[in-house]
């Protein structure tokens, strides 16, 4: 299995502060024959199912506000938000979709 | 996007059997490229993709728990389904049943989840 390791487990950020959040596999995520990374990263409120923000490690999903990115390539990921908002407070998890398998990582812990 | 939404018992005793129901609308099951995945989250923890299944039939399971899980669709009620044999206090979570787009496997669309709890 490919493990996912975030860091850090958690952080608090003041408003309109950058939040910066990282993660690892434990192989490579880019496929060479598209040069794509197999990366998706999630955001996850209290009692709610987790959201999809970003896939191909970079690609916002529609209606995410262009404060969170999305960059990295290979084993070295990176989710930033850009200007903290109070709905941001959540847990943010990254997913590998290179393999089956799917695993996600920990998690990282967003409070302001 | 496809709405889902879980259903079953929320109470399953230990070495009983598990199972859930997704029932998912706004989308025919049975459109090609989807794959209709299980994910499960301890209280307090992380998430852990079960298995998917492919509107051919086709299922991937995660090897931690293929011995003992079972992914089924039912095409006539655009539902699929879980089953998780031999459960223990471990397998207490919520259970989440989710979909990916055709043209790749992050999950674009997830049901509300639903708490099971293993407990005599």
């Known amino acids: 299995d490919i493990v996912m390791t975030q860091s850090p487990d958690s952080l608090a950020v003041s408003l309109g502060e950058r939040a910066t959040i990282n993660c690892k596999s434990s192989?490579?995520?880019?496929?060479?024959?598209?040069?794509?990374?197999?990366l998706a990263w999630y955001q996850q409120k209290p009692g709610q199912p987790p959201k999809l923000l970003i896939y191909?490690?970079?690609t916002r999903e529609s209606g995410v506000p262009d404060r969170f990115s999305g960059s990295g390539s290979g084993t070295d990921f990176t989710l930033t938000i850009s200007s903290l908002q109070a709905e941001d407070v959540a847990v943010y998890y990254c997913?590998?979709?290179?393999?089956?398998?799917?695993?996600f990582g920990p998690g990282t812990k967003v409070d302001i | 996007q496809v709405q889902l939404q879980e259903s079953g018992p929320g109470l399953v005793k230990p070495s009983q059997t598990l199972s859930l129901t997704c029932t998912v609308s706004?989308?025919?099951?049975?459109?090609?490229?989807?794959?209709w995945s299980w994910i499960r989250q301890p209280a307090g923890k992380g998430l852990e993709w079960i298995g998917r299944?492919?509107?051919?039939?086709?299922?991937n399971y995660n090897p931690s728990l293929q011995s003992r899980v079972t992914l089924s669709l039912d095409t006539s009620k655009n539902q699929f389904s879980l089953k998780l044999n031999s459960v223990t206090a471990a397998d207490t979570a919520v259970y989440y049943c989710?979909?990916?787009?055709?043209?790749?496997?992050?999950?674009?669309?997830w049901g509300q989840g639903t708490l099971v709890t293993v407990s005599s």
């Open positions: 191909w490690a970079s």
């Open positions: 997913q590998q979709y290179y393999t089956t398998p799917f695993t």
């Open positions: 299944i492919h509107n051919s039939g086709t299922t």
């Open positions: 706004g989308d025919s099951i049975s459109s090609n490229n989807y794959y």
């Open positions: 192989q490579s995520l880019l496929y060479s024959s598209n040069n794509k990374n197999y």
């Open positions: 989710a979909t990916n787009p055709p043209n790749g496997n992050w999950f674009d669309s």
